[in-house]
């Protein structure tokens, strides 16, 4: 297993790590509370955004969706340079 910092991987631990260690916490999650805490957390976001919530229905929308693109415009009476930030 590689460890933090390890000059193999950059100091970023693989992916396959990740999502064992998310997998740890969500089965640990639920053998406490006998219940799935993703289905919890999703049910108080709702909740928030059906009461008008404006965050918890933005965090909705972008994680149905995807967040929009970033467009930043520089400019120069010579030169002109489009950055676009966001997937593609």
């Known amino acids: 297993m590689a460890r ?3 000059k193999h ?3 970023r631990r693989s992916k396959a790590e990740e999502l ?4 740890a916490i969500i089965s640990s999650g639920t ?3 006998g219940k799935d805490p993703l289905d919890i957390l999703w049910g108080k976001i ?3 955004a059906e009461q008008g919530s404006v965050q918890h229905q933005k965090f909705i929308l972008e ?3 995807g967040k929009p693109k970033q467009i930043v ?3 120069d ?3 002109q340079i489009n950055i676009t930030k966001g997937d593609s």
Request: proline letters at 0%.
């Open 63 to 65: 994680y149905a969706y």
């Open 77 to 79: 009476n010579s030169l």
């Open 31 to 33: 053998k406490k509370i």
């Open 46 to 48: 709702w909740e928030q």
């Open 4 to 6: 933090y910092g390890d």
């Open 73 to 75: 415009s520089i400019e």
């Open 20 to 23: 064992k260690l998310v997998e």
């Open 9 to 11: 991987n950059g100091g």
